[in-house]
T-cell receptor, first 118, second 111 residues
């Protein structure tokens, strides 16, 4: 799927433990995104990156941090996981939009990571 | 604060019906509106709209953007059970391609 790999695919962890999710791309795209998806809330943007070491917050960034030390990897860290962070996490990548162009997809999504915090 | 609102939140129709899904937005520095379909896994792309009044079509699906009234609609004609999914509207804003999604409309098509 467009050269995006999320790891792990599933994880169960305990409250208070640190967790890192990894998104790896082979497309050399500039933009990378982390979303979480929960019933009744749709896809909510956590953080996104517009280049190496360039990141910005989304709408639900509290409790999460990110790092992008190289183009291909975007890490999402939960410093101290809470039960409210149980969710499905999607990574997405994007090249620079060519406004008005036709696309197969402006955003390419990974297959998701299902995280359960007990 | 920027926002996007989708309606209805859920919808049940019979096969063969035509449905219209709505997406209204209030976005500073709006650039484009995207539609995605999500079944069991990751969302799949439907349309990207940047210009007002130009309809985009793909088979039985079509979409249009009204930048004056700040909304978009997604039409599905002759619905099939395979159209059952969550339909997500998203907007991009600003210079860094921040993409923000709405809650989605859950469509169920029954035989």
């Amino acid at each position: 799927d467009a050269g995006i790999t999320q790891s792990p695919r599933h994880k169960v962890t305990e409250t208070g433990t640190p967790v890192t999710l990894r998104c790896h791309q082979t497309e050399n795209h500039r933009y990378m995104y982390w979303y979480r998806q929960d019933p009744g809330h749709g896809l909510r943007l956590i953080h996104y990156s517009y280049g190496v070491k360039d990141t910005d917050k989304g709408e639900v960034s509290d409790g999460y941090s990110v790092s992008r030390s190289k183009t291909e990897d975007f890490l999402l860290t939960l410093e101290s996981a809470t039960s409210s962070q149980t969710s499905v996490y999607f990574c997405a990548i994007s090249d620079r939009f060519r406004w008005g162009a036709s696309y197969n997809s402006p955003l390419h999504f990974g297959n998701g990571t299902r995280l359960t915090v007990t | 604060e920027d926002k996007v609102v989708q309606s209805p939140l859920s919808l049940v129709v019979h096969e063969g019906d035509t449905v219209t899904l709505n997406c209204s937005y209030e976005v500073t520095n709006f650039r484009s509106l995207l539609w995605y379909k999500q079944e069991k896994k990751a969302p799949t792309f439907l349309f990207m709209l940047t210009s007002s009044g130009i309809e985009k079509k793909s088979g039985r699906l079509s979409s249009i953007l009204d930048k004056k009234e700040l909304f978009s609609i997604l039409n599905i004609t002759a619905t099939q059970t395979g159209d059952s999914a969550i339909y997500l509207c998203a907007y991009t804003s600003g210079g860094y391609q921040k993409v923000t999604f709405g809650i989605g409309t859950k469509l169920q098509v029954i035989p």
